[in-house]
Each structure stands twice: as structure tokens, then as C-alpha cells.
């Protein structure tokens, strides 16, 4: 069974910092990862998705992830910290062309920017 | 519409009575998620439909929750005799085909936030 965990439930960052979060998984297969993004009272948004095409997948908003299958990571980083990137960011899992689909999330990391 | 909208935004209700929770996915989307968020938690799957049928299941906590897609488009989930534990953010995700494929993303809904007093 596939399992993220994400690590550090806050992160606190400077406006125009480094953002880093993390992300580890855990399948028996092949997997897909994806980060979403949730904005107060609002569902999610899909940020970036990996589906083995590249290691290195730019997302939206200047987000990107890195896949290391040595390391069963799947890291969020931003080089720039905007007040706007302040949300909940969730770490998501899928086994590759299984046909099972749904998705599995990490419990959450919580970006706050700060001015 | 251009999303998924779920309806309502927010409910609230008393312990031991019925809701339903209404979703619309976005148009020619064959495939239908259910989650449920707890406070400080990810998502947990419910049920996934694959046109009117409900492919998997698994995540539904015991019998007092189903869900029906009577005609492959708009899903409804029911909650019987309710209890304090169902408190959370139901959020409903919608896809192309479910068939897990590199294209094949899910798209959510803004949730609706059921509270049971």
C-alpha cells in the first residue's frame, strides 16, 4: 500500500526565501506523485504532478519538484517566497496505470510567509 | 461551469439525522472521487465512480455511508444517523477517465463543510 509523509506540519519562510517542503514516499510500485495546494475555505489546486516523462517537473506559480527515486522523495521548493504562496500544501500518491486511482496525501504542511 | 461545484457549502446538522452532499464534476469527466478531510489531516478517499458505477468503495467508514451517480454525471453522498465523528470537509474530485494515465488529474471541488452538533 502507497503511503506519503510530509515532513514538518509548519514551515515558516521570509518573503523572498528559499521554500522548501517535504515529501517521502512509500510504494510498491512505480508511483505517481503530485503536490495540490489549499487556500483558505477553497479545494484543491493541482500544483505539479510527476509521471516519470522528466525527474525535474515545473509546476505553476514558479513550484517545482524533484523526483529521487533513491530517496523516495518527491520535494516541493520555490526559489522566492511570496505572500501569496501562504496555504496548505499537500503531498499526494497514485499507483502508476494499476487502474487503482485514488489518490493518497500526506497530512498536510502548512507554508506561512513572512513580510 | 468550468470546475466541480459541490453543494452545500456547509451544513449543519444534528446527531442522528440524514444528510446528502451533492457534487458536479465538470462536464465529460467519466471518473468521480469522494474524500474526506479532517481537521489537520490530508484527504482520505471514500469511493471512486467510473461512469455510474462505483469502481472502489474501500474507503467508506461502515454502512452509514453511500453514495449513488444514477446517471454518470452528478453524485450525491448520503450519510445516515449521523454522529459527531463525521464532522469534516467532504471534498469531491472529478477526472477524465480514472484510468490512472499520465493526462488523467483530478480535478476538486471547493468541499462542503458538514458539522455535526
Known amino acids: 500500500a502507497q503511503s506519503v509523509t510530509q515532513l514538518g506540519s509548519h514551515v515558516s519562510v521570509s518573503e523572498g526565501a528559499l521554500v522548501l517542503l517535504r515529501c517521502n514516499y512509500s510504494s510498491s510500485v512505480p508511483p505517481y506523485l503530485f503536490w495540490y495546494v489549499q487556500y483558505p475555505n477553497q479545494g484543491l489546486q493541482l500544483l505539479l504532478k510527476y509521471t516519470s516523462a522528466a525527474t525535474l517537473v515545473k509546476g505553476i506559480n514558479d513550484f517545482e519538484a524533484e523526483f529521487k527515486k533513491s530517496e523516495t522523495s518527491f520535494h516541493l521548493t520555490k526559489p522566492s517566497a511570496h505572500m501569496s504562496d501562504a496555504a496548505e500544501y499537500f503531498c499526494?500518491?497514485?499507483?502508476?496505470?494499476?487502474?487503482?486511482?485514488?489518490?493518497?496525501f500526506g497530512k498536510g504542511t502548512r507554508l506561512s510567509v513572512i513580510a | 461551469g468550468a470546475g466541480v461545484s459541490q453543494t452545500p457549502s456547509n451544513k449543519v446538522t444534528e446527531k442522528g439525522k440524514y444528510v446528502e452532499l451533492r457534487c458536479d464534476p465538470i462536464s465529460g469527466h467519466t471518473a468521480l472521487y469522494w474524500y474526506r478531510q479532517s481537521l489537520g489531516q490530508g484527504p482520505e478517499f471514500l469511493i471512486y465512480f467510473q461512469g455510474t458505477g462505483a469502481a472502489d468503495d474501500s474507503g467508506l467508514p461502515n454502512d452509514r455511508f453511500f453514495a449513488v451517480r444514477p446517471e454518470g454525471s452528478v453524485s450525491t453522498l448520503k450519510i445516515q444517523r449521523t454522529e459527531r465523528g463525521d464532522s469534516a470537509v467532504y471534498l469531491c474530485?472529478?477526472?477524465?477517465?480514472?484510468?490512472?494515465?499520465?493526462?488523467?488529474?483530478?480535478?476538486f471541488g471547493p468541499g462542503t463543510r458538514l458539522t455535526v452538533l
Open positions: 474530485a472529478s477526472s477524465l477517465d480514472g484510468a490512472g494515465g499520465p493526462t488523467d488529474t483530478q480535478y
Open positions: 499526494a500518491v497514485s499507483d502508476r496505470g494499476s487502474g487503482n486511482t485514488p489518490l493518497v
